[in-house]
């Protein structure tokens, strides 16, 4: 971007980034780490769950329980724009677009976690139940227990010892994951990444 004219680049340093519309963006020796901890502690304090109303034993491992694939399409709620709507939607606390959209951010910014969950409950958003509004918020409950998770790009090789050490345990992971598995270049191969995501230890490839 510098012109032959000029005798410096046409930029002002700012100094080291540590958000950018709306991530917050950690800087280490070895690594940048975003995520969106501050604004999912915005959306929480907007809905008043910032406070979870029992003690959490663990960190949830999927934003839905298990069985919610089959029991979302069991239900089908009342219309958008009737009056049977609104008296759930002031049951339950919260417009169930609003929150949606809130957690659809933060699926694409920086928590791909949460994406198949918040996809398919996308698909009742003009009609839905009040089990799609409880699955809706275990979501942002989930969000909530593990809001410092983002996406972590390493620096295996060039490393800036000015910005401080990470406490990711990237490198014994690494280690323990089986090798990925090596493909012809000149053959049709797919990947199947549904069930087995959310286990680093036992993820599996289809390939054809």
Not at 37 to 49: A, F, N, R, S
Not at 117 to 135: V, Y
Not at 179 to 197: I, R
Request: charged share 20%; hydrophobic share 30%.
């Amino acid at each position: 971007m510098q012109l032959p004219s000029e005798s410096e680049p046409p930029f002002k340093y700012l100094g080291e980034l540590h958000n950018f519309n709306g991530l917050d963006v950690h800087q280490h020796d070895d690594c940048i780490k975003l995520s969106c901890e501050k604004y999912i502690d915005q959306v929480l304090t907007t809905h008043g769950w910032a406070t979870p109303s029992l003690p959490q034993s663990s960190k949830p491992t999927i934003p839905v329980p298990t069985d919610a694939v089959t029991t979302l399409y069991q239900h089908h709620g009342p219309a958008e724009g009737t009056s049977d709507h609104m008296a759930l939607t002031a049951k339950c606390g919260f417009a169930y677009r609003t929150l949606l959209g809130e957690l659809l951010y933060a699926y694409v910014t920086c928590r791909p976690d949460i994406g198949y969950a918040t996809i398919t409950l996308s698909k009742f958003s003009t009609c839905p139940h009040d089990h799609h509004f409880a699955l809706l918020k275990k979501v942002a409950e989930c969000l909530r227990a593990t809001k410092d998770w983002g996406i972590v790009y390493g620096k295996p090789i060039m490393r800036d010892p000015t910005l401080p050490p990470s406490n990711h345990v990237r490198a014994i992971l690494s280690t323990e994951l089986p090798s990925f598995p090596t493909t012809d270049s000149l053959k049709l191969v797919g990947y199947l990444d549904a069930a087995h995501a959310n286990d680093l230890r036992n993820r599996r490839s289809t390939t054809g």
